[in-house]
Structures are given as structure tokens and as C-alpha cells.
Antibody, heavy 121, light 109 residues
Framework: EIQLQESGPGLVKPSQSLSLTCSVT?????????WSWIRKFPGNKMEWMGY???????NYNPSLKSRISITRDTSKNQFFLQLNSVTTEDTATYYC??????????????WGPGTMVTVSS | DIVLTQSPALAVSLGQRATISCRAS??????????MHWYQQKPGQQPKLLIY???NLASGIPARFSGSGSGTDFTLTINPVQADDIATYYC????????FGAGTKLELK
């Protein structure tokens, strides 16, 4: 079965960059679908951040477009999130997920367990 | 952005029916596709897909879960509610980008 696992620092200082890794097992990320980052803020609001497709193209939430970058390492079957110039407003639990994207579908079918990131000095 | 509105909480008794609603600020349907999906999240766990395209049961999800709706109004029904169903339920639309509702916390009465 497909499994995703997030990893990265749990504490980031304001103005620095947040960097997370999603390791995927059970499916090769270049075989298909889109590979997403989603975050859940304290208080439960959830926000889709962006994805990298199986071909390497990216699509970002316009609200983050100037600060976000999603890349991948196909040799390790991993994809990455970088969010620049973080503030305390970026404190959240970050999830990676597969975006099931055949025509007319478009939902998140497999999720990682999430990793909590706190932005604080 | 398409805004999804959910009631914050719903209290139900075990064995009864729970009806959770999600209203979109504009239609999330394209042709025959109703691009509304439902997730269950328990504390400390990741969201789990329950229903896709408004009414289709995801793999491994019990038949006591069902979904309905089109356009701007959608419903997730759990019947009968079991203790394991106590969780927060989120709707998500994929008609325009992806947005989530704020979640409905299902509680025991």
C-alpha cells in the first residue's frame, strides 16, 4: 500500500525558511498523479499549499506563490516543501498527500501522518 | 476562492443518524461531476478519505457512511453512528483549486 511520511524540523525561527521532506513508499512518484502539501492550522482550518506532478510541473496556492517551492528527488522517491520568510502565522501541522487527479476526480486519497511545525524565536 | 461552510459541531446519540452539511459559496459541479469530497479526522491522525465526488464511498469505508448533494449543497450521513465515528469531518471542493471547510466535530449526546 502507498505510504507517505513527512520529516523535518519541528521549530523554525521567524523570517527563516521551513523545509520538509515527504518520503513515499509503495508507489513511484514519477508514475502518475500529483503530490501535494496541505497544512492544518491551530483551530482546524486546512489549506492546500501546492503540488508537484508526476512529470515535475508545479502548481501553487496563489496566496503562497511568492514564498513556496515544491521540488523532488526521483532517485529517493521524495518530494520537498520549502516555505520562505515564515512568520508565526505559518505554525501548523503539515501533511503530504497524493492528489488523485484523473479527469473528474481530484481528491486526496493517501496522506502522511503529518508533522507539526512551530514558528517561534 | 470557493468558501465552504460547515456547522462547527453536531451532537448525536449512538445508533442514531448524523447528518453533516457543507454549503459552497458557488457551484462545485461541472457537468455530471460533483466535485465535493469528505474526510474524517481523529485527534492525532491524518485525514481519511470517506466519500469522493459527493456520493461515492472510498475503498474500505463502511456502508453506514453515505453522501449526497449537488451544486452548492452537500450532505454526509452516518447511519447508524458508532463510537468509532466520533471525529471531525471536513468537506473539500476541487471545482476551483482546492479548499476545505472548517470541519464539523461530531460529538456524543
Amino acid at each position: 500500500e502507498i505510504q507517505l511520511q513527512e520529516s523535518g524540523p519541528g521549530l523554525v525561527k521567524p523570517s527563516q525558511s521551513l523545509s520538509l521532506t515527504c518520503s513515499v513508499t509503495g508507489y513511484t512518484i514519477t508514475s502518475g498523479y500529483d503530490w501535494s502539501w496541505i497544512r492544518k492550522f491551530p483551530g482546524n482550518k486546512m489549506e492546500w499549499m501546492g503540488y508537484i506532478s508526476y512529470s515535475g510541473s508545479t502548481n501553487y496556492n496563489p496566496s503562497l506563490k511568492s514564498r513556496i517551492s515544491i521540488t523532488r528527488d526521483t532517485s529517493k522517491n521524495q518530494f520537498f516543501l520549502q516555505l520562505n520568510s515564515v512568520t508565526t502565522e505559518d505554525t501548523a501541522t503539515y501533511y503530504c498527500a497524493r492528489y488523485f487527479n484523473p479527469l473528474g476526480y481530484w481528491y486526496f486519497d493517501f496522506w502522511g501522518p503529518g508533522t507539526m511545525v512551530t514558528v517561534s524565536s | 476562492d470557493i468558501v465552504l461552510t460547515q456547522s462547527p459541531a453536531l451532537a448525536v446519540s449512538l445508533g442514531q443518524r448524523a447528518t453533516i452539511s457543507c454549503r459552497a459559496s458557488q457551484s462545485v459541479s461541472i457537468s455530471r461531476y460533483n466535485l465535493m469530497h469528505w474526510y474524517q479526522q481523529k485527534p492525532g491522525q491524518q485525514p481519511k478519505l470517506l466519500i469522493y465526488r459527493a456520493s461515492n464511498l472510498a475503498s474500505g469505508i463502511p456502508a453506514r457512511f453515505s453522501g449526497s448533494g449537488s451544486g452548492t449543497d452537500f450532505t454526509l450521513t452516518i447511519n447508524p453512528v458508532q463510537a468509532d465515528d466520533i471525529a471531525t469531518y471536513y468537506c473539500q471542493q476541487s471545482r476551483e483549486s482546492n479548499t476545505f471547510g472548517a470541519g464539523t466535530k461530531l460529538e456524543l449526546k
